[in-house]
């Protein structure tokens, strides 16, 4: 990645070159290499030289920053090369000010680059800047003479995704706490994400709708409890109900940690429902034990085709 830009100047504070889309998005494949750039300002004789940031990288709500020890002289071009490594980067905080970033600090930074930023003013009284030759490393697949020796690859824990699992997989959000956690959507998701409020926003797929896209091609279904929080051994009485005008089937299945599927109910007799109009519910007894993911009710229609699906996320209590 190249860029080339020039400025001319009547009056500068303090500015900053923003790099062009390019550089931005999923750069963990940069991890360890080199941003180059090169500058060439002119000002006034009269101009005071004054020390300032020169890097500033944000992304994923956070910023790193990094300071030349040289200073940069008119009129004179100059090319500067700082490594993508935590070593010479500090991480801008509101709690403490700023710290050394850490290795993690890069990584999330690098895993959605929102910005880089260069500076652009170096001395009072300026007059015109120059950026040219911007350049960024980044690893790619295909062999070349050069190897990345600082960028992994790791097998990742479910609901991570990514070189260093920096990301979440589909169908997972990131939380508060920088967990990636599954969408409380109930498989029928484009995407979700977490809202300022701290609760999740369900992107639904085309033909669901509902905060949990639950409802589909005008069929509404309800699971309760929406949520179970009890120690292992507990039993819980789910209860699954729809409403349509169309007869459906309703089973039951309980999926454990790995997507393991060991209990799946279904083909009940027709005196296990509820039949009400335009609908039935039926009940299911779950015991908690280790392991279990979440409780999952699916609809069917005549055909034997699912035609909905919600499910119930479980905890193990304290």
């Known amino acids: 990645m190249k860029l080339d830009i020039m400025m001319k100047l009547l009056y500068v504070d303090k500015i900053f070159w923003s790099l062009p889309p390019q550089f931005t998005g999923d750069l963990v494949t940069s991890y360890g290499g080199n941003l180059t750039w090169t500058q060439r300002y002119t000002a006034g004789s009269d101009a ?27 009129d004179i071009k100059k090319t500067f090369q700082v490594q993508l490594i935590e070593r010479g980067w500090r991480r801008l905080s509101v709690e403490y000010g700023g710290r050394d970033a850490s290795r993690a600090d890069l990584l999330t930074v690098l895993s959605n680059v929102e910005a880089i930023l260069i500076r652009a003013s170096h001395a009072s009284n300026t007059q015109s800047v120059f950026l040219s030759d911007v350049s960024l490393d980044t690893a790619i697949r295909t062999r070349t003479d050069q190897r990345a020796t600082m960028v992994e690859q790791c097998t990742c824990p479910e609901g991570y995704s990514g070189y260093s699992c920096e990301t979440c997989a589909k169908g997972f959000y990131r939380s508060y706490d920088r967990s990636c956690q599954k969408c409380p959507c109930n498989g029928n998701e484009i995407s979700c994400q977490l809202a300022a409020n701290n609760s999740v926003v369900c992107n639904c797929l085309e033909g669901y709708t509902g905060s949990r896209c639950h409802s589909i091609a005008g069929i509404m279904m309800e699971l309760k409890p929406t949520y179970v929080d009890q120690v292992v051994g507990s039993v819980i009485r789910f ?71 919600l499910t119930t996320m479980i905890g193990t209590g304290a």
Do not use: M
Not at 53 to 66: A, E, F, K, L, R
Not at 265 to 287: K, L
């Open 48 to 74: 005071i030289n004054f020390d300032d940031t020169d890097v500033v990288i944000s992304g994923n709500g956070i910023s790193i920053y990094w300071n030349n020890k040289e200073q940069l002289s008119q």
């Open 239 to 309: 209860s699954c109900k729809y409403h349509s005008r169309e007869p459906l089937s309703i089973e039951f299945e309980t999926v454990f940690s790995g997507n393991r599927t060991d209990e799946y109910d279904t083909n009940a007799p027709q005196e296990s429902y509820r039949h009400s109009q335009n609908g039935a519910e039926r009940y299911w007894n779950v015991t908690i034990t280790d392991g279990l993911v979440y409780v999952s009710c699916r609809v069917r229609n005549k055909h034997g085709v699912a035609v909905g699906r």
